[in-house]
């Protein structure tokens, strides 16, 4: 531990915010440790310096804090995670110390859990087909390595159940398994035991590091979370060439969090209260993805956030599509319909797709039967609309053609269960099913080429 | 020379600094903050205190650091050897960097100092010069002769020119006497937010080609002009810029990523290399110059990336020659303008915008342009800003200022992108006051008929809106016939005329030429079906017949005069 060491006084208490006496010897971002009269010890983080007071954020929250008989200690360095591949396997707090009862991980080095700028220019472009196993992501949302693609979903939806299947299925085209960094931000107990389990159950518990906010853990601390999340994964992806796949949920929780910090501090609100550095905030955690030239691993991050009553232009979710590659939107009318995963694929989008399939990656049909697939998902749901104004018989015979493929695009291409892991050919194939619902003249985004090699071959096998 | 000041650090708020002992600091003034030397620039002075805004984060950064004036404001560095790089938002080249992340008070030179140039002089000694006059030239890429100007303060009676032979950068290859001498290398330095002189602005008569069908025959953008895509996620603004990028016909493109994917700048260092120009064949890394400042990079950068993309497009132009410059996107550098001001506690406007938000907006795209230049060149600035309104909200601060600057408005469309119609860029909405001056160019160099078929072509597109309101409430059934065949022909120019796949190699890039063509061809097409419709034929038939099919691919497959005569002989004999 390297910095002076001095005591300070408290000058007062706000919130979770808390004004100290410096004489201009902590550094901005820097550490404080705060010794309660009993001996309880809590960390915070000074958020503004000058050359005698200092506001902290104090990650355990203020309560019972006096501003007498508090002692406040400069640890003269910012938060850092002690990193080393002994994190897997383990759980962790929100603050990255140790909750499973062994003992604390022997690291090889200690980073600042802000991270370092990846400099654009050594970035690896990302273009490795994951197979998820999921019909509706694979074939039409195909995920590569080193994205970030978040899935925005609403209450009572099946995300976590969804995000679960993703960790346990998404495999690499040569088989490599996913390591994978879970933090839960400010979410139920519940939720974080349901995807211990499922890692548990999988075997991927100790290919896993878990790190835990829950509900009832305090809100400051959801601040730091997920950055001590990646920091743990940017270890595991860059330095010891794992492919890591990093789950943060709930970010919502993350961005009110931010809400709650920037109003005790009185700052100018933007949208619906939150700080006009909401964007930046989000995507100096989103931006830590990705791959690097000449390093073996990857970190491919899947947050998933919660659209405040289902509404996709909130500030979280508006401002995190901007930054993310692509989102994943989960839809409450698919789900009543029975459908899992309910996925609203038009408005779900993978940036990164184009790069990620065809010939040599997946299949060389897959980019013609997505568009396809997209063009007419798009035109039978113009037609149920009007169907369900007009009724069936006012509209024409040739698109009625488009309500059955409608039907069996939902119930037989998206629709599988939370355990069918289905490969890439398997998907095609499906693709090329429901797709026969509609006469050829219809296929304006399939070649001569696709017909020819993959349409034969999914007839004979019907036959 | 100035003397430089020093002071030390009295607070730290995020990456605003306050700075005191530092009277004689100037607004603007670039500084060096802390034991680790922090690029920083003087935003408020007071007294002998100063507010510096940080250009990196600020982190460890304590009270009682050292802070030191460095005696000029933001400034870039115009030499050869400026095409082709990646600088970050400070004009710090990216691609020499060791190492995988850029660290603290990182200072590198703009270009190479060590690499030779072959100079030409074009001057003889004992002239007269002013400002802006050509000395001479490197070749600097195989596209880019770059030519080497007195600097536009400088005048006076030229002493010297270095003859033709191998130079580096910092190197004397001219003097100046006017006075006292003024000694001239190949290095240029230029404050950012200063818009370089010219001679007098012109007209813009000709269009800057994108080879993006909507955008050239419907919405065009003038050489000089300046546009502005605004669009919520998703809706293809990056790929609509990085098609700009790609295929304009200017002759320099500088682009600019700011707060934006660190990927997508890396997607365009690895296809530019591959990309050839349209026009001469090269690759248009050979014309090309990228700013990055990604989202995850501190925010200040990100204020100053946009000026010092604009002073590169402009210090092009006074070479004569025809720059494009491409922000993406300015709400981000707008939300660095609102950060900013909101840690120096100025009062906010709109949406905690500052009140000089306009302003800023103004004269950002007031740098656009077609000029003579000093040396009475011709040359222009073309400016394409994309625009991220948040929640897809056309009424937000941001959008509805750059509405009232720019003279062009691509609007994408959300419905169009989530059916995946890309460019989805809204042919209802979108508007360029373009069309009127360009129209003599289109029917003195493609053909004189283009005017009447962009015309009838908008007339079917209008006619098709309102005829779906009814189509929504009613359904296709009640519609006469004639009506159906027009909402066929209305189908045909969105799948073969608007839709433009950026991937496709034939479909990526549609010369005016070919514009026409496909124009034509849709067109002469609904003309035959309407005859057909008066024959007794219906809709439906038409509309499965092979040809109809054929027509809306055409954009795929007609790549020039030949495939054009022989589809259109068959929609003839249809």
Redesign the interface.
Known sequence: MSGSITFSSVQSIKGSLMVIRTN???????LVEIELENGEKRLGRS?????DIAVVEVFEGTQGLSPRGVKVRFLGR?LELSVSNELLGRIFDGLGRPIDGMPEPVGVEEL?I?G???????????DEFIQTGVSVIDGMLSMVR?QKLPIFSGSGLPHDMLAAQIARQATIAKGEEFAVVFAAIGVPADTAMFFRKELEESGALKRSVLFLNLAEDPAVERIVTPRVALTAAEYLA?EEGFHVLAILTDMTNYGEALREISMMRE?????RGYP??L??DL??IF??S?R??G?KGSLTQLPILSMPADDI???IP??T???T???IVLSKDLYHKGIYPPVNV??S?S??M?DGVGEGKTRADHKELS?QL??SY??AMDVRS?AE??GEE???E?SKKYLQFADAFESKFMKQDPYENRDIDTTLNLAWDVLSILPE?EW?NISEKSKKVYLSVVQKRNI | MKLKVKGKITEVKGTVVKASNVSGIQMNEMVRVGELGLVGEVVRVEGDNAYVQVYEFTTGLRPGEPVEGLGSPLSVTLAPGIVGNIYDGLQRPLSNIEGYSISRGYTAEAVDVNKSWHFVPVIKPGTKVEGGEKIGYVEETELIRHFIMIPPNVKGNLTYVAPEGEYKVSDSIAEVQNGEKVSISMIQKWPVRVPRPIKRRLVATEPLITGQRIIDAFFPLAKGGSAAVPGGFGTGKTVLLHQMASWANSRVVVYVGCGERGNEMVELLKTFPKLNDPISGKPIMQKSIMIANTSNMPVAAREASIYVGITLAEYYRDMGYDSLMLADSTSRWAEALREISGRLEEIPAEEGYPSYLASRIASFYERAGYVETLSGDFGSVSIIGAVSPPGGDFTEPVTTHTLRYVKAFWLLDPNLAYSRHYPAVNWISSYSSYVEPLSDWWSLNVSTEFETLRRQALDILFKEESLRNIVRLLGPEVLPEDEKLLLEAANMLREGFLKQSAYHEVDRYTPPAVQYYLLKLILTFYERAKEKLKGGTTVEEIRSSPLYLEVIRARFNVKGKEEFDALMKKVMEF
């Open positions: 201009g010897k902590l550094g901005y971002e820097e958020l503004q310096v000058s050359e910012p600042d802000n370092k700028i990846l400099n654009p220019y050594k970035r690896e472009y990302p080193g860059f700052e100018v609100p933007s949208r006009g550095y964007y930046t995507a100096t931006e830590r990705g690097i030239t390093r232009t909130h500030p508006d401002l599509a901007y930054i590659e692509g989102q038009l408005m989008l940036r990164l184009k568009d997209y063009n798009s035109k009007l104004i007009v006012g509209i024409p040739s003249s304006t």
